[in-house]
């Protein structure tokens, strides 16, 4: 479906959605758009890329953050969707399969007032509007950062989901990956921004600003995984600790109640009416003096105190 979306003194917007085959004989004709560049629309594994077209115009594909994704999608086709921007002297193309509502804003408010006046204004605003659907996926991936920094300083969940830090991390890196490329891409697009150089500066500074809070989250939650796993390694070495302990004190008591366990008549003391009391007071006087050994060398202080 082709709609005219803008359509001012100096240049016009088109917009198409989920493109049909009398749609594409309409923009190899009547726009004049490359039949080879068109077809790429339709390859959801395309990422972002720029190509410069014989006539002239200039081609950028891109990918926008998909707000009906789901918290547990870990691949770039289903976080992100892709739109391709056609350009030539006085026409924007834009083309995608699904219908995405920030486009419709851009051209809702440049109707409303006289920005942007120029082509180069147009595309900047639709280019910065894709940028921005990233916003909110980055904000939430530092939320959960958060959570997993509460849960492991705190020490309120000592074993976390590897399905939540799947999730997280692949996410996470997904972004990163498509952030870098969109920055790339709009530099090798800069013979376009010639007479616009701040245009460019601002969208590549927008996706740096995205991207460096994302690689902030991604270095402090390697660091606190790593922190997590010493913690997770320091209550093992609590837990060895202490059955040391207790087998260090239970084994002389074991010791003597094998030896005096054993079916033979000539052991010490064996008829003896007083040798329970003894060895009992023996035994009591051993566990006392390992406590106390062991509580003067410090072992009974775990990672927690």
């Not at 939320?143 to 074993?159: M, Q």
């Not at 660091?223 to 796993?229: D, I």
Request: net charge negative.
């Amino acid at each position: 479906m082709i709609t005219e979306f803008l359509s001012k003194k100096d240049f016009t917007w088109v917009d198409v959605q989920e493109p049909e085959t009398e749609d594409f004989e309409r923009l190899n004709t009547d726009f004049s758009l490359p039949y080879l560049l068109v077809q790429d629309c339709l390859r959801p594994e395309h990422l972002p890329k720029y190509e410069e077209s014989e006539e002239g115009g200039h081609f950028l594909m891109l990918r926008s953050f998909d707000n009906e994704s789901h918290h547990h999608d870990t691949s770039v086709q289903e976080l992100t969707r892709k739109i391709a921007l056609f350009i030539n002297e006085n026409r924007l193309v834009t083309i995608h399969r699904i219908e995405l509502p920030y486009l419709a804003s851009v051209a809702e408010k440049s109707k409303k007032t006289d920005l942007p006046k120029t082509l180069h204004g147009l595309v900047h605003q639709v280019i910065l509007s894709v940028i921005r659907t990233y916003d909110a996926p980055v904000l939430r991936l530092q939320d959960l950062y958060d959570g997993f920094e509460h849960e492991v300083l705190a020490k309120k969940n000592e074993h976390l989901s590897t399905t939540r830090i799947y999730h997280f991390r692949r996410q996470t890196f997904i972004l990163k990956r498509i952030l870098r490329q969109t920055s790339d891409t709009l530099y090798r697009g800069k013979d376009f921004w010639e007479e616009n150089p701040s245009m460019l500066q601002d969208l590549r500074e927008n996706v740096d600003q995205l991207y460096f809070q994302l690689e902030e989250v991604s270095i402090n939650f390697e660091h606190l995984f790593n922190l997590h796993v010493a913690l997770n390694d320091q209550r093992a070495n609590d837990v060895m600790k202490i059955l040391t302990i207790f087998s260090s004190i239970l084994l002389p008591l074991n010791f003597i109640a094998s030896f005096y366990g054993m079916n033979f008549d000539h052991l010490p003391g064996i008829h003896s009416t007083s040798a329970v009391a003894i060895l009992s007071f023996v035994m009591l006087v051993i566990t006392i003096m390992a406590g106390w050994y062991f509580k003067r060398k410090g072992w009974f202080v775990t990672a927690r105190e």
